[in-house]
């Protein structure tokens, strides 16, 4: 099981729109114990906060809340656009990237 964290509400909506599965929006940059008991379950915690010093911040802090309890990775959006400013195809893509291909040795 696998989550995307984001800030805020709009930002969730954009990213079960483009990905569907499991989203969760923080509410805001402030981060509770309510927030780390739900997420630590989770094998993979995808945070796609904002790319500003608030985002950066609350990365920080998820990363260091919930590394010992599951594999943590961030999304970076360009600065100053949020999930639900750019469209669906393009945050598809941000978020899934496509496999590397595979090489083979002869």
């Not at 008991?37 to 998820?62: C, M, N, Q, R, W």
Request: one cysteine or more; proline letters at 5%; aromatic letters at 2%.
């Amino acid at each position: 099981h696998s989550v995307v964290v984001t800030e805020g509400a709009f930002n969730a909506l954009a990213v079960e729109r483009a990905i569907g599965g499991n989203v969760a929006a923080l509410g805001g940059s402030d981060i509770r114990e309510m927030h780390v008991a739900k997420l630590a379950p989770f094998k993979h915690v995808t945070i796609l906060s904002d790319s500003d010093k608030a985002g950066d911040e609350v990365a920080a802090s998820l990363f260091a809340m919930l590394g010992r309890h599951t594999r943590v990775t961030r999304v970076r959006l360009p600065d100053n656009v949020d999930a639900n400013d750019v469209s669906t195809s393009d945050l598809r893509d941000a978020l899934c990237p496509a496999p590397l291909p595979r090489t083979s040795s002869l």
